[in-house]
């Protein structure tokens, strides 16, 4: 053993630069997060060999003064904090005094810089952390750092730097997330001579995030807007037909810094939840804005995380904001972009049509249908009258968008989708599917409202049941009620079905009671009507939605496109699975090569 002894300054800013500095990429991100904090508008980058032989980043900020130059390379010095206090609400992006001095620990660095009163630049170098004194240089205001030969004195961790190519992929994806922070900076990238992006000043923020995520992001985003006094969520998300298999295209910022945050990923994965396929990813590119003092960013040494003081506040305000925004009905859900959006106006409106729409329903329905299906469908025309009626009270004020978006009827095709023909060309509808949204958020609504419509059976349905599904039933009956059904033992051995939601199939009342006591059984009545919820009503769903090869007439697949358009979340079914997609005449065009 030797005695303990204080490590060299060099060691320190080797072993820091371990956790600040993992590869050429994060270099980067500290290097452009520099920029930003100096107020640049105007920033570029060159990397040569992924970064790892050559990095050099210009900025037009206010740069160093001379005497600054060789402070600006020490560790825990920096000019953005100089308290506690303003530790707690830092608001600029870097803080710690430590991202140059790691790196001119384990490169050869060289640092060039103006300020605007000073008559030129000056620059120094650090080589294995010696400093040299500063010397006059010619460069604008503004500041240059230039990184050459990453660990080339710490050879052990060079080796796990990987092929040039993947250096390079990491670099650009920090590039990336900075650049989509700021559309209002230019930015530009080269690679070993070769211009990558070139990224012009003042750009409005759909037009940055589609030109990194892709026009097709772009075509499927819906925009996401919330302001409240203290926070504001902005950004884009895309619907989820444009789901992806990894999570490569989720960015999410807080307050300009792109993190990954539990909490922020969770109320987004959750706002999703009822609408994408689970082995699928969204997509996304959120601004979360809040006050500095609200947020601690100094979690992390590579400032990746953050923890936020008031973190389920947070979470309601994702979830809520962006579920809200995927909710939009059939008209605004769409992949094909020559559908006009809906504007807030009209999204309050189709809700409003909706929500006396299903009253009406309902009053039907207690009025008393015996056929389930076929009363589901003359009402379903009832609200076509009912449209026709708030329309006149309350007319649209969009005279672009057609009046039905999903069209109208032509036929069904094979008994499973309908096709209808609207403003833009063709729609495919998945009937099943279609409907069985319809019935989820149907049957959503009234569990939410207290009241959900039940339907007594003329002759109850009674089955075989076990000692334990009878002792759920008896100790659930208050949850059964709530979900709409009657059940009651009629022997120690039998139960029977006496009365069911109208939304579902009577004809398969013994399967449908069976799921719910299977459900209750297993997870208990308050978790069945709480988180175990949404999942019982999308199987319930399915019972009540048409099945494929009923044949429909047109006034009732019109009924269904109606109900569609005023559905939320009608684009996907309960399972993710798109509902309907339109094939403009543009595309038939094409198919058919007219006009070429
Ligand atoms: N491009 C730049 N333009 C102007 N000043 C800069 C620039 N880069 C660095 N500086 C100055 O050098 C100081 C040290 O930078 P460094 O990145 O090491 O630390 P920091 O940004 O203060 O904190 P952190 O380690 O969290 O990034 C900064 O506080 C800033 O004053
Ligand atoms: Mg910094």
């Given at each position: 053993m030797t005695s303990i002894r204080p490590l060299p300054e060099l060691l320190i800013n080797q072993i820091a630069a371990g956790e600040v500095i993992e590869r050429p990429a994060s270099a980067l991100k500290e290097l452009l997060e520099n920029s930003l904090d100096a107020g640049a508008s105007d920033i570029s980058v060159m990397l040569e060999a992924g970064g790892v032989k050559l990095m050099r980043i210009r900025d037009n900020g206010r740069g160093i003064a001379k005497d600054e130059l060789a402070y600006a390379l020490m560790?825990?010095?920096?000019?953005?904090?100089?308290s506690l206090d303003d530790l707690q609400s830092v608001a600029s992006m870097g803080f710690r005094g430590e991202a140059l001095a790691s790196m001119a620990a384990v490169a050869q660095l060289t640092l060039t810089s103006r300020t605007a009163d000073a008559p030129h630049a000056h620059q120094i170098t650090a080589i294995d952390g010696q400093l040299s004194a500063p010397a006059p240089a010619s460069h604008a205001v503004g500041t240059t750092v230039e990184i050459r030969e990453l660990y080339f004195n710490t050879p052990a961790r060079r080796k796990f730097l990987r092929t040039e190519a993947t250096e390079y992929a990491y670099c650009e994806e920090a590039f990336k997330r900075i650049a989509l922070s700021r559309p209002d900076v230019a930015f530009s990238l080269q690679h070993n001579g070769r211009t990558i992006w070139q990224l012009a000043a003042g750009q409005d923020e759909l037009k940055r995030v589609t030109q990194f995520l892709g026009a097709d992001f772009g075509d499927a985003a819906v925009a996401v807007s919330r302001h409240t006094a203290n926070l504001s969520l902005d950004g884009f998300a895309a619907l989820p037909a444009y789901s992806k298999s990894s999570r490569d295209a989720q960015y999410f910022f807080v307050n300009g810094r792109f993190v990954r945050d539990k909490v922020a990923s969770h109320a987004l994965r959750l706002a999703y939840q009822d609408i994408l396929h689970h082995q699928r990813h969204p997509a996304y590119a959120i601004f979360l804005t809040m006050p500095p003092a609200a947020v601690d960013v100094n979690v992390h040494p590579a400032k990746s995380e953050v923890r936020f003081r008031e973190s389920q506040a947070i979470h309601q305000f994702i979830f809520h904001t962006v579920q809200q925004a995927l909710a939009i009905p059939a008209q605004g859900a769409t992949s094909a972009p020559s559908t006009p959006s809906v504007t807030a106006t009209q999204h309050n409106f189709n809700l409003a049509q909706n929500n006396a729409a299903y009253q009406i329903w309902e009053m039907q329905k207690h009025a008393g249908q015996s056929e389930v299906a076929s009363g589901k469908w003359e009402s379903n025309t009832a609200i076509t009258t009912t449209d026709i009626s708030i329309s006149r009270v309350t007319p649209s004020t969009?005279?672009?968008?057609?009046?039905?978006?999903?069209?109208y009827a032509l036929a069904q095709l094979l008994g499973i989708y309908i096709l209808a023909q609207n403003q833009q060309g063709l729609i495919v509808v998945d009937m099943h599917a279609a409907h069985e949204r319809i019935v989820y958020e149907k049957l959503k609504t009234s569990l939410d409202a207290e009241h959900v419509a039940t339907q007594p059976l003329l002759i109850p349905v009674s089955f075989y049941a076990d000692a334990l599904d009878i002792a759920t039933v008896e100790a659930s009956q208050e949850a059964l009620q709530m979900l709409g059904f009657d059940i009651a033992p009629l022997s120690p051995t039998t139960l029977a079905v006496r009365a069911m939601p109208v939304m579902l199939k009577q004809s398969e009342a013994e399967h449908i009671a069976r799921e719910v006591i299977a459900e209750l059984r297993e997870f208990g009545a308050s978790r069945v009507l709480t988180e175990r919820r949404n999942e019982l009503l999308s199987t319930l769903a399915c019972h009540g939605a048409v099945r494929a090869n009923r044949i429909l007439n047109v006034t009732e697949m019109n009924a269904l496109l109606r109900e569609m358009e005023q559905t939320e979340r009608s684009g996907q079914c309960n399972h993710g699975r798109p509902t309907w997609f339109q094939l403009s005449l543009n595309d038939l065009d094409k198919m058919f090569m007219r006009g070429q």
């Open positions: 560790r825990h010095a920096t000019s953005k904090i100089a969009d005279h672009t968008t057609d009046e039905h978006p999903l069209g």
